[in-house]
């Protein structure tokens, strides 16, 4: 996206941000992973028309992205990540609430503090910008 569609700087910076963020995440979940092999990171456990519907929301989004430019891509990417940011903040706490390991426990509540605050910085950036 960064390369066909352009962002105001401070869209911008905090959009990379979020990308750091993630991958930090998800390496975190794949070394977690790797040191227990009871966890699955591809198998989901979702019912069919649960991953349907996620795969028809993604595709969704994608097309909203690919269509617009300007102010109104920049809305629909920060309304995106809202979305993105307190599912993966609220999966991250409920994780961490059932992890027996305290150290995996506090890295997953550590998590989930990051991409809490992350959605609020979006979340203020959208609201910036509607005024």
């Known amino acids: 996206m960064r390369f066909i569609k ?3 700087p401070d869209v911008k910076e905090l959009i990379k941000r979020i990308a750091s963020a993630s991958k930090a995440g998800a390496k975190l979940l794949e070394r977690l992973a790797k040191e ?28 909203e992205l690919l269509g617009k430019k300007g102010d109104e891509f920049e809305q629909i990417l920060l309304l995106t990540q809202t979305e993105a940011l307190r599912y993966a903040s609220h999966l991250a706490k409920v994780a961490s609430q059932t ?26 950036l959208v609201f910036a910008k509607t005024k």
């Open 6 to 8: 352009r962002e105001h």
């Open 36 to 63: 227990d092999p009871s966890i699955n990171l591809k198998d989901t456990g979702l019912p069919p028309g649960e991953v349907a519907t996620r795969e028809a929301i993604a595709s969704t989004k994608k097309k």
């Open 99 to 124: 992890e027996p390991e305290p150290a995996r426990a506090r890295a997953l509540a550590d998590l989930s503090l990051e991409m809490e605050n992350l959605y609020l910085e979006v979340f203020k």
